[in-house]
């Protein structure tokens, strides 16, 4: 019982980069845009965020600059795929390659740093007071960082967002189809460039969590493919934010459980466990194919450019 | 208008990949050493898997070369993050057509491609670390790093309470795998009832991963943590539970202050100055060796306030004991996991039955598949 309440508890922990940064492609690519760039971003976020950790030791800024470099990551991407309508798989791919070289270039004289103790602290986990003393729940959800509760807090508030809010409508219209969007008045730019700035903000947290928090420092290539796991987890949790939740976690541990076999004898492969997450993603996406089930399918103008004049 | 706009964007955005690309990877040595001219035209490349500033084995390797560069004031070049395929030899003649006649090959995937441009070459100097290939030209060399890793087995072993030790393994190779029967060997002559648990990460290079395996092991009731990985992941999980940890590679102090008690440590410099200043002689041989203690290619890092009582004078005995030759590792009665003889009574094993080791000692947990 203790070992899976520990293992459950460190299941959401490894979750928690990869729900931010799902969080983030699934409201860019509800606007309609494909980023593959949640890796680059990421990385961008880790290595900003490490170094304004460094440089002020105040935990406020060093997310806050971690978010805008995701942003400013994503923003790239924007003005290239929204005004001037380049692919967007490989603008996306650019991204990533140029933020990890970007990262691994301005990282370079942060190697081997230890962030300042007081973030240290800040970063610590935080019960709850009443939550945390509810037997399994408490110390599985309610025993964390307070970035865990923020990636709770942050899925809650998208879901309501997109499913209960006119503007959340507005920004799912302009995914399914910009053009009838368009002719209802909505301003498809401004509804794509803040969306995808906003989950390249997430992105850059995601990878900011894996820096200030969970590792904590920088090692170039911090986030060692999970950008790539986030992308995967956007189509297992069909561009639903509640979803995603679940699924981050759902992926999080099972990139831990591989070190909990290990040792009790279970025949079973790290290398099959490591495959898990991407084997169950195609799964899902051949289930939801054969379902033809419209509550799974991607946002319907998604990667496709769009043009006024063509409409 | 927008045409123009975007095609500028998209130079700016390749331009500063191609920026960010090169000066990460095209940095030289530090030529700039002009008032200690050296008066002779010895020129060293270096060849790095990983970044050198990884705090780890490309690190530890051109903390050599500073060295070196102090000691003989001789021109050094080096090349980071090198992939090992191809690309070695291309890197490796690019350094000779630089000048370099002295070349340090240091990961063992570099072995082939050395020994062809080495073949190529017979006039430039080769040294290859960790892997078994000689030539004329061609020199291969390794550290034992199972020495310091017993030194610091006998730390965790005076220290854990549980008897449950915790290491981080990154793939289960020989030189892994020794390394773990090492340290399994040193925790049993302090501590015979401790035995050593071992995840694999399956990665030289993961922060996050890493600090995962120990948190596992953490959990399962380890308290301390050894690790033979590249990043301080482990050492950080050990300082957040209030346990401790031995590191690797580099003095780890600063990452986990109130965890690390020390760390198994490469030292290249020594032998990296005394291969160079042979070539210098004209009295350097190609040669094959795997260096000790003795040789001060590897120790055992200063002991912190973490480490327990006694634990100094213990290391220090058994490191002079293993100096002079009185303690061997790998002695006779050794078990393996089943509880099989191995090697039995009165009997050491070879430097190369230790060199192809592929299985635990007894006291080991863990599975290698």
Known sequence: MGLTISFLAAAIVAGTPLLFATLGEIITERAGNLNLGVEGMMLMGAVMGFQVGMDTGNPFLSVLAAMMAGALGAGIFAILTVSFRTNQVVTGLALTTFGTGFSGFWGKQLVGQSIPQ???TFFKPFPIPGLSDIPFIGPVFFNHDWLVYLGYITAIFLGIYLYRTRRG?????????PAAADAASVNINL????????????????????????????????????????????IFAAWNPYKALLGSYLFGG?????????????????????????????????????????????????????????? | MKKALSLILVLILSLSLIVTGCSSSTSKGSQGDAEQAPENDIKVGFVYVGPAGDMGWSWAHDQGRLYLEEKLGVVTMYKESVPEGPDVEKVLND????????????????????EKVAKENPDIKFLHCSGYKQLD???????????????????AGMKTETDIIGYVAAFPLPEVIRGINAFALGVQSVNPDAVVKVKWVNSWYDPAREKDAAIALLDEGADVIAQHADTPG???????????????NADMSEMAPNAYMTAPVWNWGAYYVEQVQAVIDGTWESSSVWLGMKDGVVDLAPLTK????????????????????????????????????????????????????????????????
Not at chain 1, 170 to 177: F, H, S
Request: hydrophobic share 40%; glycine share 10%; net charge negative.
């Open chain 1, 118 to 120: 007081n973030l240290k």
């Open chain 2, 137 to 155: 030209n061609m020199s291969n060399y390794f550290g034992r790093m199972i020495e310091p890793r017993y030194l610091s087995g006998i730390v």
């Open chain 2, 234 to 248: 482990p050492q950080q999980a050990a300082e957040e539970r209030g346990k401790w940890s031995i590191g690797y």
């Open chain 2, 95 to 114: 350094m000779i057509d630089l000048g370099a006649n002295v070349i340090f090959t240091t990961s063992y995937g570099f072995m082939d491609y050395t």
């Open chain 2, 306 to 369: 973490n480490a327990p009582e006694g634990a100094q004078e213990a290391v220090d005995k058994a490191k002079e004991e293993i100096i002079n030759g009185t303690l061997q590792i790998f002695a006779g009665p050794l078990k393996d996991q089943t509880g099989t003889v191995r090697v039995p009574e009165g009997t050491v094993m070879t430097d190369d039955e230790v060199w192809s080791m592929d299985w635990f000692v007894e006291g080991v947990e863990g599975e290698i598949n």
């Open chain 1, 169 to 177: 409508l507005n920004l799912r219209a302009v995914g399914e189809n």
């Open chain 1, 254 to 311: 099972l990139d831990i459980i591989g070190f909990r076999i290990q040792g009790t004898g279970f025949p079973i492969s790290q290398y099959f466990i490591d495959m898990l997450p991407y084997a169950v993603t195609i799964l899902v996406l051949v289930v939801v194919s054969l379902k033809k089930s419209r509550a799974y399918a991607p946002p319907k103008a998604l990667g496709i450019p769009y043009f006024r004049e063509e409409r």
């Open chain 1, 191 to 234: 509804y794509k460039y803040l969306h995808i700035l906003l989950g390249g903000a997430l992105c850059g947290l995601g990878g900011a969590y894996l820096s200030l928090v969970y590792v904590p420092s920088w090692q170039e290539n911090i986030t060692a493919g999970r950008g790539w796991i986030a992308v995967a987890l956007v």
